[in-house]
C-alpha cells in the first residue's frame, strides 16, 4: 500500500486548502482511511476519519464546522478541505489507511496501518 500527500502549502488565516492523498494497492471497501497532523513539538493527533465503505465521517473538535473529509473510490483518493484556517492549524499533515471497519471506531494511530510521508500546512 502506497500513500502519496499533496496539496499543503503556506495560506493565511482565514484562508482554504484541500489536502489530496492518493492511495494504490488499497481497497477501499470497509476499510478506514484518516487525517492525522503533528505540529513542532507536540503528538501526532487525529483531525477526522472516514469509513470507505458507509462515508460516515468523525472530527476532531478542533476542526469541525471548519474542515471536511471526503473520498473518491473510482480515483483511490482521500481529501481534506480545510477552510477558516488558523494558526494553529500548522502542521505535518498525514494521511493513513486502516483495515477493517472497527479502525473507525476510533481516530487512534494504532488503528491505522499504512501512513503516507507527510505534507506540511503553514498559516501564517
Known amino acids: 500500500v502506497q500513500l502519496v500527500e499533496s496539496g499543503g502549502g503556506l495560506v493565511q488565516p482565514g484562508g482554504s486548502l484541500r489536502l489530496s492523498c492518493a492511495a494504490s494497492?488499497?481497497?477501499?471497501?470497509?476499510?478506514?482511511m484518516a487525517w492525522f497532523r503533528q505540529a513542532p513539538g507536540k503528538e501526532r493527533e487525529g483531525v477526522a476519519r472516514?469509513?470507505?465503505?458507509?462515508?460516515?465521517?468523525y472530527y476532531a473538535d478542533s476542526v469541525k464546522g471548519r474542515f471536511t473529509i471526503s473520498k473518491d473510490n473510482a480515483k483511490n483518493t482521500l481529501y481534506l478541505q480545510m477552510n477558516s484556517l488558523k494558526p494553529e492549524d500548522t502542521a505535518m499533515h498525514y494521511c493513513?489507511?486502516?483495515?477493517?471497519?472497527?479502525?473507525?471506531?476510533?481516530?487512534?494511530?494504532?488503528?491505522?496501518?499504512?501512513w503516507g510521508q507527510g505534507t506540511q500546512v503553514t498559516v501564517s
Open positions: 493513513a489507511a486502516g483495515l477493517g471497519v472497527l479502525a473507525c471506531s476510533f481516530l487512534r494511530e494504532g488503528d491505522f496501518r499504512f
Open positions: 494497492g488499497y481497497t477501499y471497501n470497509r476499510n478506514c
Open positions: 472516514i469509513a470507505t465503505g458507509s462515508g460516515n465521517t
